[in-house]
């Protein structure tokens, strides 16, 4: 079957830094997602990994390794506004999206 | 500047009752997604369409039905809700462009929290 875990939730503090790890186990691999939702609203894209390496987007990377069937997302300088569920998503061989749960990122003072 | 939007945003159905979920996109896509996020669990595809008058199954699509008669609307069916069917929808849609990384980039609407008694 196919799967994606990745830890129910993680608490950092503000101005630091976090990783959220996400592995997966799929049929097939087209690419893989990060979404942020923040609570009672919608997911919305972050970022986009296809090949092995890190991808860069202001304070927030994404890296991928295809042979490990793994992925972290790395947030830094975190800000209060950060503290939202981040999505790992991974598309498989029919192009479809398979969702893992989500990470509840709790960001302290 | 509206994207996707859903509506009813809220509703409480009793069991055995009947309703229908719109979903309106103004960003002339053709892929339109219907999902379901339970509390502990991924988000689930009920049902897609990959362009006007087309539909097809995704992975939890018993008890459900939808219809997409013009491109901008999806349209997500219970014809009789159960206690099951308690959660929140969410409808997507994507453009059909040649980078793969458009192939994943969903937009979603708001979502709709449904409360089946």
């Known amino acids: 079957g196919q799967n994606i875990d990745q830890p129910t939730e993680m608490t950092a503090t503000e101005g630091a830094i976090v990783q959220i790890n996400c592995t997966y186990q799929?049929?097939?691999?087209?690419?893989l997602f990060w979404y942020q939702q923040h609570a009672g609203e919608a997911p919305t894209f972050l970022s986009y990994n296809v090949l092995d390496g890190l991808e860069e987007k202001g304070r927030f990377s994404s890296f991928l390794s295809r042979s490990k069937g793994y992925s972290y997302l790395l947030l830094k300088e975190l800000q209060m506004k950060d503290s939202a569920s981040y999505l790992c998503a991974v598309m498989d061989s029919n192009y479809q999206l398979i969702w893992g749960a989500g990470t509840k990122l709790i960001i302290k003072p | 500047n509206a994207g996707v939007t859903q509506t009813p945003k809220f509703r409480v159905l009793k069991t055995g009752q009947s309703m229908t979920l719109l979903c309106a996109q103004d960003m002339n896509h053709e892929y339109m997604y219907w999902y379901r996020q339970d509390p502990g669990m991924g988000l689930r595809l009920i049902h897609y369409?990959?362009?006007?008058?087309?539909?097809a199954k995704g992975e939890v699509p018993d008890g459900y039905n939808v219809s997409r008669l013009k491109k901008q609307n999806f349209l997500l069916g219970l014809e009789s809700a159960a206690p099951s069917q308690t959660s929140v929808y969410f409808c997507?849609?994507?453009?059909?462009?040649?980078?793969?990384?458009?192939?994943?980039?969903?937009?979603f609407g708001e979502g709709s929290r449904l409360t089946v008694l």
């Open positions: 369409s990959v362009g006007e008058g087309t539909t």
């Open positions: 799929t049929s097939g691999f087209n690419g």
């Open positions: 997507a849609s994507k453009n059909v462009g040649l980078a793969l990384e458009n192939a994943g980039e969903l937009f």
